[in-house]
């Protein structure tokens, strides 16, 4: 009994993190109607988000104590360029052009994403129920994207492509530092991981910016500090706790809420809108990606 409950709260814990991580994409939107540049509300993400993860570090900082050689600390840093400064910069960029449901259903495709880089790097096979499910997400993707480039003209594929990279450092990220994270520790790694994402667009800024980050409205940096505590920092540990609770594969699952939770603040508080045929491709997206998800918790 205690079990069972148990794998509820992790699914419920799970389900708030997910929400909790999609409301970015809509918190960065509103950002924008301030006329905030991308790298701008980047910054102000990492700067708000960065001292969290120092204290996570120290208190932290013993967890899977054991032997490191150098070049584990040399992939840490290049996993956290990867994975959390380019991917999140690509991101940032894309919102730019591209409404913040549309920027959910792309970049939830990493798992896809995955997959084909396991096949090609680490030549992890792809069964017949993967590739069927590969196939049928970038159907969906095509149908949902093509009929939104018809309605926002050109730009949209520039937004598409950004955050189309993010999705693909996203997943570099997430193959190649599974072999990490056992000797760090999952906290620990994600807080030396983030750090470093900070420093790395802390340099950004500080060499290609001209943007003085003290004229915006208050209401921008409102939205920063709620991207970074609620949309960064809260949820990467629910998830962290829920998948310890129910474990990855039955998280990959409850994931799929990602994209509609986003589509529906998006429409409460943007205003946007899906026609039937992108709402079609979206539930093939989503179709695709738990038939993978499945067939991984086989």
Same mark, same amino acid.
Do not use: C, H
């Given at each position: 009994m205690k079990s069972k409950q148990a794998f509820v709260y992790g699914i419920l814990i799970g389900i708030l993190g997910i929400v909790l991580f999609s409301s970015k994409a809509v918190m960065v939107k509103l950002a924008y109607q301030y006329n905030v540049d991308a790298l701008?509300?980047?910054l102000l993400r990492m700067a708000f988000a960065f001292p969290f993860y120092i204290i996570i570090a120290y208190l932290y900082r013993k967890e899977h104590k054991e032997?490191?050689?150098?070049?584990?600390?040399?992939?840490?840093?290049?996993?956290?360029?990867?994975?959390?400064?380019?991917?999140?910069?690509?991101d940032f960029v894309g919102l730019t052009y591209i409404k913040a449901s549309?920027?959910?259903?792309i970049l939830f495709i990493y798992p896809t994403i995955v997959l084909l880089f396991n096949k090609l790097f680490l030549k992890k096979a792809i069964t017949k129920q993967q590739k069927l499910a590969?196939?049928?997400?970038?159907?969906?993707?095509?149908?949902?994207?093509?009929s939104e480039v018809s309605i926002s003209g050109n730009n949209a594929y520039l937004g598409g492509f950004f955050v189309l990279l993010s999705a693909i450092t996203y997943a570099s990220y997430l193959v190649g530092s599974g072999w990490l994270?056992?000797?760090?520790?999952?906290?620990?790694?994600?807080?030396?991981?983030?750090?470093?994402s900070c420093i790395c667009v802390f340099i950004h800024y500080g060499i290609f910016s001209n943007v003085n980050i003290l004229n915006f409205p208050w209401q921008v940096y409102a939205l920063g500090l709620a @991207?970074?505590?609620?949309?960064? *920092? =809260?949820?990467?540990? /629910?998830?962290?706790?829920?998948?310890?609770?129910?474990?990855?594969?039955n998280f990959a699952v409850i994931a799929g809420i990602g994209p509609i939770s986003t589509i529906i603040l998006a429409v409460i508080f943007l205003n946007e809108s899906l026609t039937?045929?992108? @709402?079609?491709?979206?539930?093939? *997206? =989503?179709?695709?990606? /738990?038939?993978?998800s499945k067939s991984k918790g086989k």
């Open positions: 701008s509300m980047l032997t490191m050689l150098r070049n584990d600390y040399v992939w840490l840093v290049f996993f956290g360029f990867v994975g959390y400064y380019l991917a999140s910069y690509f549309l920027e959910r259903i590969i196939l049928i997400t970038y159907i969906g993707i095509v149908i949902t994207f093509g994270i056992p000797k760090f520790g999952v906290m620990r790694f994600t807080a030396y991981a983030m750090i470093v @991207i970074a505590v609620f949309a960064t *920092v =809260i949820p990467s540990f /629910l998830v962290s706790i829920s998948i310890k609770l129910i474990d990855s594969s039937l045929l992108q @709402i079609t491709g979206t539930l093939a *997206v =989503i179709f695709g990606i /738990l038939m993978i």
